[in-house]
């Protein structure tokens, strides 16, 4: 996971940013550069992020407000860093979910063992959802090649097209969140307008056929004010379940 890992550096300091950005680019990690929470925001609604090296003091929202939202959005790393000694925001950011603490000035090779640490980390915490073809998607099991789904005592579970497009898409995105209109993107369906609300229809049918408890979802789960997220599971004892091809569903 290393190699395509998404790092983001939020650093209201230009040169802090622009320093670590460069260097961590230059051993073959995909880095981008924000200033502050709102660029952060801005840029997760667009695209996954794996890692968030964080500037504890900046102006506006600080590091461990921010450290917070990201923690209650899903799994993602969080690394701390700061100019401040003070083992008060060290305990604090660990506390509310960070994965790491750096403190400025550091040394790059450091900051890189420690990043290439934490997703490690990240990666062997991952839950293997998928089999072959198939995903583990609550209490069912998605088979990406024949467009059908199965609970887990071999029955078939119907899903129109929109369905299995907007499951697909979770499945290719484990463990990020996703905006209506990104899903909407994602599942090739963009007639639909990601502010009407239609995604959330058809989401709340989705989990009425993956979920255990469909009132208290465990594997589609909503993240309040920016969209839904796919938290995979175990695959069951014994594998995957198998059943034989057959066309796709029509919507």
Do not use: W
């Amino acid at each position: 996971m290393t190699s395509s890992a998404h790092i983001v550096v939020v650093d209201d300091e230009a040169i802090v940013r622009e320093t670590v950005q460069d260097y961590l680019t230059r051993q073959g990690l995909a880095v981008t550069a924000v200033d502050g929470g709102a660029a952060l925001d801005a840029l997760m609604a667009e695209r996954a992020v794996d890692l968030v090296l964080l500037d504890i003091n900046m102006p506006g929202e600080n590091g461990l407000s921010i450290a917070r939202r990201l923690r209650q959005r899903g799994p993602i790393g969080i690394i701390m860093l700061t100019a401040n000694t003070d083992n008060v925001d060290k305990v604090v950011g660990l506390e509310i979910g960070a994965d790491d603490y750096v403190a400025k000035p550091f040394d790059p090779r450091e900051l890189l063992a420690r990043v290439r640490a934490v997703l490690r980390r990240i990666t062997s915490d991952a839950p293997a959802a998928t089999v072959g073809s198939e995903v583990r998607m609550g209490r069912c099991m998605l088979n990406l090649e024949s467009r059908r789904m199965f609970d887990l005592d071999g029955r078939d579970i119907p899903l129109t097209a929109m369905e299995f497009d907007l499951l697909r898409a979770f499945a290719d995105n484990p463990n990020r969140v996703l905006t209506r209109d990104r899903l909407l993107d994602l599942a090739h369906h963009k007639e639909f307008d990601g502010f009407d609300r239609s995604i959330d229809v058809r989401i709340t049918r989705l989990r009425r056929k993956i979920e255990l408890d469909p009132t208290t979802p465990q594997s589609i789960k909503t993240v309040r004010g920016a969209g839904y997220i796919f938290v995979p599971q175990r695959t069951p004892a014994g594998g995957a379940l198998h059943a034989p091809a057959a066309a796709a569903p029509a919507d």
